[in-house]
């Protein structure tokens, strides 16, 4: 069973920056397209970015260049690194595969930017 955990949310004021990070046990991610997605209160979850086998990454509109994700194979983990944090980010926010949509999910980790 492949767990993902979710680590490095927290409060941070409007501008800040955080860095999520996400550590894969049970399979590695080698040659898989990961993704780091969020679920703001009453919202549907969307994805956020996304990064190939190959290192190629994309990002949602809503990013505008405020936030990067990187990979490390070896330890199988993806982070998300966030700046110019802004209150609509506030979510919990989730790392997975890409696609398809994931059925699995960890717990994820609570972002809160307040104004």
């Known amino acids: 069973q492949v767990q993902l955990v979710e680590s490095g949310g927290g409060l941070v004021q409007a501008g800040g920056s955080l860095r999520l990070s996400c550590d894969v046990s049970g399979s590695t991610i080698s040659g898989i397209h990961m993704a780091w997605y969020r679920q703001r209160p009453g919202k549907e979850r969307e994805w956020v970015a996304r990064?190939?086998?190959?290192?190629?990454?994309f990002y949602a509109d809503f990013v505008e260049g405020r936030f990067t994700i990187s990979r490390d194979n070896a330890k199988d983990t993806v982070d998300l690194q966030m700046s110019r944090l802004e209150p609509e980010d506030t979510a919990v926010y989730y790392c997975?595969?890409?696609?398809?949509?994931?059925?699995?999910w960890g717990q994820g980790t609570q972002v809160t930017v307040s104004s």
């Open positions: 997975n595969k890409y696609s398809p949509w994931p059925s699995h």
């Open positions: 990064i190939s086998s190959g290192r190629n990454t």
